[in-house]
């Protein structure tokens, strides 16, 4: 019984010692978007500002050349998009690789996984050129369509479906039902929890994506993620507003991510990633 307990007591202290150690990070931004450039770059580390600074919000707000409050809407804009259609495309390709097979739905499947392996900036450069022939350079057509197919979300479907008693669909068919029918009508609503799953993922994924939308986006359709790099140049780095302009582009996925994080844990464990 003793045993027993020092066991529970050091599991409680080990997960306690590693969310403070990842909570850590989040603290930072917190005590710098409020602290002044003084008290951020001091030789003593002080655990909270000497006061709190909320001039470093009206300054970030107000400053017309990063354009913090249009790569917001941008960024919510984009992030819809990606992920409804990233949803849509990834939930059809999975269920065509969970049900129809035929011998050439294999090699499919392991070009599909295979496409995981490939880092995605090694296709960045042909994904570039073939946007910008398509005239879609600062125009959502580019930041969105391009990243719309997931291979993770694919896989991820995939192993749900196989998992999905299928007599559910014979009985739709049965019923008069055509195949497209009953996968929008009897598949999909009893897969919310996958679905919610992988939305919750690609919409965090979307939302702090940077690389390419630095590389498609202009001046129209800049997101909050590039404009938020326009306080670090090659002169001076602006800390008190990024980090305020950071805390402020963390709370929205902050608050989606408490809302479906229940989905996201169900939905992991139905897909057959355990």
Request: contains cysteine.
């Amino acid at each position: 019984m003793r045993s027993s307990r020092l066991v529970t007591a050091l599991r409680y202290g080990v997960a306690t010692a590693l969310s403070l150690l990842f909570l850590l990070p989040f603290y930072v931004i917190v005590r710098n978007a409020f602290s002044t450039n003084q008290n951020i770059n001091a030789p003593r580390w002080s655990w909270l500002p000497d006061q709190l600074n909320l001039a470093n919000l009206d300054s970030m707000l107000s400053s017309d050349s990063t354009g913090v409050l249009r790569g917001l809407l941008n960024s919510a804009i984009m992030t819809i998009l990606q992920t409804v259609g990233t949803v849509v495309v990834s939930l059809m390709a999975g269920y065509g690789l969970a049900r129809f097979t035929h011998r050439l739905s294999r090699m499919v499947l392991g070009l599909t996984v295979f496409t995981l392996m490939v880092p995605t900036t090694t296709t960045f450069i042909p994904m570039f050129i073939i946007t910008s022939q398509f005239g879609w350079i600062d125009s959502f057509r580019g930041l969105v369509i391009p990243g719309m197919f997931s291979a993770f979300a694919t896989y991820l479907f995939r192993q749900a479906f196989l998992d999905f008693p299928s007599e559910l669909e014979d009985a739709a068919l049965m019923d008069g039902c055509n195949p497209f029918t009953a996968f929008w009508r009897i598949v999909v609503p009893n897969s919310t929890g996958t679905v919610a799953a992988v939305g919750t993922i690609v919409l965090i994924g979307s939302w702090n994506a940077f690389l390419w939308p630095s590389l498609v986006g202009r001046e129209a359709t800049r997101t909050v993620q590039v404009a938020l790099s326009q306080y670090m140049t090659s002169q001076n780095v602006r800390y008190p507003e990024l980090f305020m302009g950071s805390l402020i582009a963390i709370l929205p996925m902050l608050v989606v991510f408490l809302f479906l994080q229940r989905f996201l844990v169900q939905g992991l464990a139905t897909s057959g990633l355990r």
